[in-house]
């Protein structure tokens, strides 16, 4: 795996993949089309934030690169490399129990909060991809 050097790209599948965590400096890319809908990344060493149509999807602290994200009507999944452990929040429907999976074991379920927003948080090793897939 590795990092997207352009910030933010469609996948031959569908999925889109995002961020840069390699970076120094703060970048972003927004207005990007795919399907449809418009994103918005930022992304550098401390953080990585993605928006679709100017509503908050994705955030992981410190920075990530994320491949082949999908969103379904019964949740997401994705693979999230990083240089080091990592927070991540996602949003989802609110006050709805989430089962939650790393690299294919379940780590349990959790419950949004009135917002919608999950966090979790995911051990990493760099150069090394990890799936995530959080489902109803």
């Known amino acids: 795996m590795s990092v997207v050097e352009s910030l933010i790209c469609k996948e031959n599948d569908g999925t889109i993949s995002f961020g840069n965590y390699l970076l120094d400096a703060k970048s972003k890319v927004s207005d990007f089309e795919n399907a449809g809908d418009l994103y918005k990344v930022k992304s550098f060493r401390e953080i990585t934030k993605l ?19 999908k969103e379904t009507g019964s949740g997401m999944e994705f693979e999230v490399e990083g240089a080091q452990d990592v927070q991540i929040t996602v949003e989802m429907e609110a006050d709805t129990v989430y089962e939650i999976e790393i690299d294919g074991e379940s780590i349990g379920t959790m419950k949004t909060n009135l917002s919608g927003k999950l966090s979790l948080s995911v051990e990493l090793e760099a150069g090394r991809g990890v799936s995530v897939k959080i489902v109803k």
């Open 51 to 69: 928006e679709k149509n100017e509503r908050f999807v994705y955030e992981s602290v410190p920075g990530t690169a994320v491949h082949h994200l």
